[in-house]
């Protein structure tokens, strides 16, 4: 029941956390006719969150919860929103290694160049990919369904997903983590050299770049991290029969993307911005009904 309550204190922040980030930068594409490649890429992760946690709470909440059939549906919806998640995440630790990592090689400068025309390639393609894998699992299962049906067979004899089924989706997830990791590494070790540069040039004066820098750093890490607890989280939901250890480990999984959403927002000027506007127009509420 605690683990329960965390998770639905912490599902209230998340949710119109990203809701906040989706909004703010949907006003952004209206009023310029375009969004930058940095809000692209933190939008739909945005999204990603927020089909995510809905669709967990809406399982939590169905009177149909129970069924094997609708959990299987329901695992393969998951998995397919978190794949895209950590392909997204992954493009924006991307997108900051390319502008914060200078590296002489002609595809790393190539990439630099033309990654703003292919990001959108690489949108499609994942959510591309995603329902490809999906749809011969969901054949496998609505197939199964029917012959249980067809049988008068019970549904509690069917099999739950099976690791086999979605070897492909972990496998491609594991590379997005591998591509994550690689970018993280290179962008540390550009900064920490950044960093001394600075020090011995200026006597440790950190520029406004700089702080831009480690604040990019931030936001990489703690999606280093919530990457890491999203994919060991699907892995035990799919291995383990410990109801106790699924339980104890979803609060820990809403934190850490209720973290992750804070860095995306402390690190997006736009973002910062209109988060202070907000409270400073509250602020200033407070102030004239305390007046009146």
Known sequence: LILYISDYITFLTFI????????????TWIKDKKLPQVDQLITSISVCNILEDVLHKMRFLNMSYDDLMMTNMYLVVFLMIMFCNIWFSTFLCVYFCLKIVNVKNTLYICLQRNFQKILPWLFVSVILVSVLLSVPVILKYLEQA???????????????????????????SWTAMLIFSISVLGIVTSLIKHIDQVQQNFGGFRSPNMEAHVQALRTVISFLINNIIILCTFTIIMTSHNKILKYVIVPFYTISKVVVCWNLIKGNRNLEKSLRNIFRKLQCCNTSNDMQ
């Open 16 to 27: 119109p956390a990203n809701m906040f980030i989706f909004i703010v930068n949907l006003l």
């Open 146 to 172: 029917t012959v249980n049906s067809t049988l008068n067979t019970s549904s509690s004899t069917s099999a739950y997903i099976k690791a086999k089924d979605i070897a492909s989706f972990m496998i491609l």
